[in-house]
DNA sequence: GTCGCTGCAAAGTCTTTGCAGAGAG
DNA sequence: CTCTCTGCAAAGACTTTGCAGCGAC
């Protein structure tokens, strides 16, 4: 809530330390393998599938051998808690971002699966006035748009 | 391509014609089970995963005996036809509704699961703007709402 | 008639769960 | 110490595929 630009300053320490709170709240332990995951969803700048995670967290820490279905538990543990978000496009499944993050929305490119982020405050204010007139509270949204970008429309597809 | 005004006007004889065309085009057969998927998702407001279209299309036409397996071949042919578009909203799974209406977008809420959709002139200009200065060529979009719905705002949550 | 379509059931994916030992608090 | 976590492997849920007979054209 502080600068409307910190995309990614949210630094680590912080990161960790509001969640070490909500475990704690939660009589739940830390762990190296929460560490790990939630170490890796920090510097990742992509958004993981949980089997992207697992392989990501077994190069960087190879001796932990984490498990992918702890992977899973955490990945859902870290949602319940609102630290991680979950995205699902299209056919491709699951995938995981940091929600520590900005809101922000997603362009993703149909032929190499880049995805884009975008943040656009008129479109955010517009969605407002939109749930209002339709009787609903809002608690959230997600966009994408979908597209090809421009490094695939230069190699003409 | 007629008006921009049909979002449900375009009567089910036209979607019928584009389908045996799209079929025609492409060597495939028109079959009752085939009509049978199109019809359940025409005359259904509603999103349908693949296994309620099944569940729909066994009391409309339950001598067909349709089983699941075709369903699911069915709503990839018509989504590959550009007839029918797929969703997937949070850990529900897949969802598929008529892709012939107008664009919208979709608000829905997380208590009761209703899904009500709206269509916003200045959101769609401004997604597009957005994917331009971003170097994407805009394909196509979905954008959902979260929130609480009139009704389950009455009954206090 | 031909060749694609269908239903069934079997095979794949992806995700979750049960359990016994390991580890955090 | 206690009580939660973890890894493994087995179980589940959801989709896709192979096959032999059926049906559109």
Do not use: W
Not at 8 to 32: A, H, R, S, W
Not at 45 to 73: V, W
Not at 105 to 127: A, P
């Amino acid at each position: 809530m502080q600068s409307e630009f910190n995309e990614k300053t949210k630094d680590y320490e912080n990161l960790l330390g509001d969640f070490k709170d909500i475990l704690k709240k939660n009589n739940l332990k830390f762990t190296v393998q929460r560490e790990a995951i939630l170490e890796g969803l920090y510097n990742s700048d992509e958004h993981l599938s949980p089997e992207a995670l697992h392989h990501l967290i077994q190069k960087k820490n190879p001796d932990l051998g984490a498990g992918i279905a702890t992977i899973y538990r955490t990945l859902s543990l870290l949602e319940d808690s609102n630290l991680v978000t979950s995205l699902s496009f299209g056919a491709s499944g699951k995938k995981y971002e940091l929600g520590a993050k900005q809101h922000h929305d997603h362009v993703i490119c149909n032929e190499c699966g880049l995805i884009q982020e975008f943040v656009d405050e008129e479109i955010e204010k517009k969605q407002h006035e939109i749930t209002q007139k339709l009787g609903f509270k809002m608690l959230d949204h997600s966009m994408q748009i979908y597209g090809i970008c421009a490094n695939c429309q230069e190699k003409g597809i």
